[in-house]
Each structure stands twice: as structure tokens, then as C-alpha cells.
């Protein structure tokens, strides 16, 4: 299994073309950003008083926001347009380079396809970990310049507190990207097309935490339209962080207009989708002819 | 589990799509290639080669009937296809990773990583010098030569090659056929050749099937193969005139230029046709056993087919109608 996901990532990172555009873009993108400005920073005397690039003042809060890029609403509706892109390509890539009749003999379908899922996940989560990275270095830095205070202090209990809260939202982002890969994958998968994968992907990412339809279901006074709001990843995703930070569920809907899901609720749920999906991509492939 | 028998298929077939679009590119395809034969696999465009090699691959599922390698049901064991190597269809590659990468890539999907491995073959099909360049700036005759070298990444016992020859100059061909003969020859590997060239066939390969609109329409040893229908033997012999008299009363038989004979007789007849030369007192030269070429024996066969399918066919109509 570590030969085949070796296999996987080496495809994918040395394919710089794509994984630029579509993965690295996160962390190069902010560092760039940054960069600039500090630059405009260090040139602007009157800039001195503060720092130009919006912060919540804290480090240990600054780092976390990267995660909302995957996982939150309303930021993940585009945000996970560039890691959908990437896997939906590298999916139907195999198609459209005709390489899947060397991989199929080599190895068990079903494992290249939780490989594949897998090195991309990881590739995605590296790339946001140090776009976090980069997010806590350059504030810091531009705090210091700017002689304003960046805290909290580095001690034992911050650290582990902070230890915690990026634990959580990085699972919480990863559980979102294999979702949404699994997804990518099913959709290049049945489709054997890089826009087949693209245009469902696209639609997922934007109908699939869409509140529009929330608010349908209130407006006509239908509890059963609003319900399935309680069945989608995003609104699952979000109920659990607030299970674990205010240790109450998330009020996205009127109170008393239905009832609110538990932890184990949205767990349960983010765990059908999450083996949904990948059962469905592994079940499409095992029984996929492998054409020109 | 059998050894002897490197690929089996028993009442094999493949159909693609549905009602109007229902398409029978494989129809109960039954083939035995023994190991360590290099077995040809011939037929025109579109006769189905190409399915029937993504069958054996399993890559594709049949509709009917099984593919059995070394005696085992490739379906139930897919791991017995750690023992094939193959090239599908033309080479098909990560054109921005280099040949090296690209081998690294298949070797570690297989879970056998072997650099030396690597760099033997690559050295072995002539691409050593050019291992770090992309592979998007290869000609189509080098991205075959590693083709073959990621068939045979894994020291395959049976190797299935589809068109290898494809884009490779004269002399590449050549050399290709050397290598193919030398993988039975000193390897003992099983070597299952599907090509349009029937004079590179007929020169490499032990057997052959000649598969024609999804169906086996022959197969066998290639010199049975040959010498089977049109075989012609030519006589010089003088004085001609009386030695055409003394053949025509058992042969047919016609002249070829001033100094020929050509007798429509099998090659055992040679010996009778001497005696009864000698025997009437006429000075035999040259006896030639004159087979038809591979390419005449494929045209013949293919060509007979088709009024063959195309009577069924109006048959099939009549019937609908």
C-alpha cells in the first residue's frame, strides 16, 4: 500500500502544471500576498500604526481560518473550487491520457482508487497546513513591524489549546476534502471526462451548502424541505465544531421549526457520505471496462 | 495449475451497447497458446484484437465465457496477472514525467520497485541515453520501446504485445523481432503477438490465429498454416516440354518462363515428381517448394469470409423482414 500511494503521489507532484494552478496556489498565492503587503508595509510610513492584512489580532485564531477555505460556509462554496478541480483531473486524467491499461493489471481496482483519494487528500491538506504556516509567520512578522502586540504568549497551555483547535479543524477539513474527492472521483469516474467531473463537482460545491433552499423550505412552511438541510456535509461539518466548541448544535435554522442534530447525528451522517461516496467511486470502477 | 497452457479461453465474448447500438466484437473466441510459444494473433482492422487482448488483461468484462491463465480463471485470481506484462493498444505515459519516473510510477502500482530493474530495461530498449527527458517530446517509436519496457517491468512469464512494431523505423522493426524471438528463445517467456505486419509474424512467431469479425476463422502452426490449401512447387527441367507432359497426366500444370514448370502439388509430392522425371529419362535441375506468404494465406482466408458473413447477413435481413 505504501509503493501504491508513492506511485499516486508522484504522479500528482510531478505533474507542476496542475498541482501549481490548482493545490500549491494556496500557500504560494498567500505567501505572495503577504509578501506584498509587507512590502507596502515597510514602504508607507503612515502604515506603521497598524497592519495592513485583516487579522483577529491572535495567532492562534489567524492560523485557524485557512481551515474555513474547505469546510465553512459560505467561504468553502469557493474555496473548494480549485482542490474539486485538481481532483476531478486527476481522475479523468487516466482517462484521457489512456493510462488506467497499465495501472488496472498492476494492482486491485478497489485500492487504486482509496489510493488515489487518499495521496490527494494528504497533497490538499499540505498544501493548506502551510498556507497556515504562512498565515501565522506573516502576521507575526507584519505585527512585529508594525510594533503592534501579536499574541497569545507562547506557553505550555496555549499550545496545547491551540494543539486542540487546529487538530479539530484540520480533521474537519480533511473529512470535508475526502468528501469532496470522493465526489470528484464518482463524478470523473462515470463520466470519464475532466469537464464531466468538473461541471458535477461544481454544481456539488454550490448547491450542496446552499442555504436558498433552506430558505424555500421556511418560506412555503415546509419542515421537510428544511430537513434535508440537516442532511447535507457542510451544515453536518459546522453542527460538529459547534458541538465541540459551544457544546450545543448549530442554530441554522428558526428555533423550534425542527429539531436540532445531535453530535452523533452529524457524525453519523458525515460518515455516509464520506463511505457513500468512496463505495460508490470503488463500486463504478470495479465494474468499469477499461475502453480506449 | 496448468504451466503448460499460458492462455486459455474457452467460448469467450464481448458485447458492447444495447439494442440498435448492441455490437459483438468478441464471439466465442476459443484460443490455447502453449508456453514459451510466440503465438501471432492476426486480423484486419476492427476484427476485435484489441478487445480480445483488454479481455485476457481483464480489463474489460466478458460477456461469455472465461480467460484462463496458467489454468486459472483470471477473474477469480487477478493477481495472476503479476505474471503478464503487456502492451495495449499503442504506449500510452505521464508525457511530463520522464521514462524513468514513469517505469518508477508502474513498478511501484505492481509493489515491486527495482531501480536496477529499471535502468536494465530501460539500457535494453535502447533508452538509456534519453531516460530524463519528458516523455511528451518522444517520437512514437520510443514511447513503444518503453511500452515494452513496462510490459516487462515485472520479469513476465507471458507477454502480450499489441502492435509493438507501431512507429518504429525498418531497422527498429528489425531489431524488434530479435528481441521478440530472443524473449522465448533464451527467457522462455510466452510471447502473445498481436500485429498488422504478417511478414514480421511470419518470420517471429510459432502459431497463429487469424481472427476475422470477432470469431477465430483459423489457427495453427505457421508452416501447417502455410503449406495447407495453395501450395505450388516449381521444376526446372529439360527438355520442359516433355517433362510438362509426363507431370500434366497426374498435376496440373503450367509454364513459368522458358526454364520453369509450376505444378500445382503438395510438398510431399516432391520425391514422386523427381522419380517419375528421372524415370522417363529427363534432367531435373531445381525442384522449389513454392508456399504461399503469410500475407497471401491472411488475404485468402479474410477474403473468403466475407462473402461468407456478408450471404448471413442479407440472410439475417431476409429473416427480419
Known amino acids: 500500500m505504501f509503493n501504491l500511494f508513492r506511485a499516486e503521489w508522484k504522479k500528482v507532484v510531478k505533474n507542476y502544471k496542475l498541482t501549481t494552478f490548482l493545490v500549491w496556489i494556496y500557500p504560494v498565492g498567500m505567501a505572495a500576498f503577504l509578501a506584498i503587503l509587507l512590502i507596502v508595509q515597510l514602504s508607507a510610513k503612515s502604515s506603521a500604526q497598524g497592519t495592513v492584512a485583516p487579522s483577529s489580532g491572535q495567532w492562534t485564531a489567524d492560523m485557524l481560518v485557512t481551515w474555513n477555505i474547505v469546510s465553512s460556509f459560505p467561504a468553502n462554496i469557493f474555496g473548494r473550487m480549485l482542490p474539486l478541480a485538481f481532483m476531478a483531473v486527476v481522475f479523468a486524467g487516466e482517462y484521457q491520457w489512456g493510462t488506467w491499461k497499465n495501472l488496472v493489471p498492476r494492482n486491485r481496482r478497489v485500492a487504486l482508487i482509496l489510493t488515489k483519494l487518499a495521496a490527494l487528500t494528504v497533497i490538499v491538506m499540505t498544501a493548506l497546513v502551510s498556507t497556515s504556516v504562512i498565515v501565522g509567520l506573516g502576521q507575526s512578522l507584519g505585527h512585529k513591524m508594525a510594533g503592534l502586540a501579536y499574541g497569545p504568549a507562547l506557553t505550555g497551555e496555549v499550545l496545547a489549546d491551540f494543539a486542540r483547535d487546529y487538530t479539530r479543524e484540520a480533521l474537519l477539513g480533511m473529512i470535508s476534502l475526502l468528501i469532496l474527492a470522493a465526489f470528484a472521483g464518482s463524478a470523473a469516474l462515470l463520466t470519464r471526462s475532466i469537464l464531466g467531473g468538473l461541471l458535477f463537482g461544481f454544481g456539488f460545491s454550490i448547491l450542496e451548502p446552499s442555504e436558498l433552499w433552506l430558505v424555500l423550505g421556511i418560506l412555503l412552511s415546509k419542515p421537510e424541505i428544511v430537513n434535508l438541510y440537516r442532511f447535507t456535509p457542510t451544515y453536518n461539518l459546522n453542527n460538529v465544531r459547534s458541538w465541540l466548541v459551544d457544546h450545543s448544535a448549530l442554530a441554522a435554522v428558526p428555533p423550534g421549526f425542527i429539531a436540532q442534530p445531535t453530535l452523533a447525528f452529524s457524525l453519523g451522517i458525515l460518515a455516509l457520505w464520506l463511505l457513500g461516496l468512496t463505495a460508490l467511486a470503488a463500486f463504478v470502477f470495479q465494474k468499469q471496462d477499461i475502453t480506449s | ?321
Open chain 2, 1 to 321: 495449475m496448468n504451466e503448460s497452457v499460458a492462455i486459455r479461453t474457452e467460448n469467450l465474448g464481448k458485447t458492447f451497447g444495447r439494442g440498435k447500438k448492441r455490437i459483438q466484437a468478441v464471439k466465442n473466441l476459443n484460443l490455447n497458446v502453449r508456453s514459451g510459444q510466440v503465438y501471432g494473433f492476426l486480423g484486419p482492422n476492427g476484427a476485435g484484437k484489441s478487445t480480445t487482448i483488454r479481455l485476457l488483461m481483464d480489463l474489460i468484462r466478458p460477456t461469455q465465457g472465461t480467460v484462463h491463465i496458467y489454468g486459472q480463471d483470471v477473474r477469480q485470481r487477478p493477481q495472476l496477472l503479476n505474471r503478464v506484462g503487456a502492451l495495449v493498444e499503442g504506449a500510452a505515459f505521464y508525457n511530463y514525467m520522464n521514462a524513468r519516473d514513469n517505469l518508477e510510477v508502474l513498478a511501484r502500482t505492481a509493489n515491486d520497485y527495482r531501480p536496477r530493474r529499471i535502468s536494465a530495461l530501460l539500457e535494453q530498449v535502447g533508452l538509456a541515453d534519453r531516460a530524463h527527458q519528458a516523455v511528451g517530446s518522444y517520437s512514437t517509436g520510443m514511447k513503444q520501446r518503453l511500452g515494452i519496457a513496462a510490459a516487462l517491468l515485472g520479469d513476465p512469464d507471458l507477454v502480450i504485445l499489441d502492435e509493438p512494431t507501431n512507429g518504429l523505423d525498418p531497422a527498429g522493426i528489425q531489431e524488434m523481432r530479435g528481441f521478440i524471438r530472443s524473449l522465448a528463445d533464451e527467457q522462455n517467456k510466452t510471447i502473445f503477438l498481436s500485429s498488422h505486419l504478417l511478414n514480421e509474424v511470419e518470420q517471429v512467431c510459432d502459431c497463429v490465429a487469424i481472427i476475422y469479425e470477432g470469431e477465430i476463422v483459423r489457427d495453427g502452426a505457421v508452416a501447417d498454416l502455410l503449406t495447407e490449401g495453395k501450395a505450388e512447387l516449381r521444376v526446372q527441367a529439360s527438355p520442359l516440354d516433355k517433362a510438362a507432359e509426363v507431370l500434366g497426366e497426374h498435376w496440373a500444370v503450367s509454364r513459368d518462363g522458358a526454364q520453369w514448370l509450376t505444378v500445382s502439388a503438395q510438398p510431399e509430392d516432391q520425391p514422386h515428381i523427381i522419380k517419375r522425371l528421372v524415370a522417363q529419362g529427363i534432367s531435373v535441375h531445381q525442384v522449389v517448394i513454392q508456399c504461399q506468404s503469410l500475407e497471401e494465406y491472411f488475404m485468402a482466408v479474410t477474403q473468403a469470409e466475407v462473402p461468407a458473413n456478408s450471404r448471413a447477413k442479407s440472410e439475417q435481413e431476409a429473416d427480419h423482414v
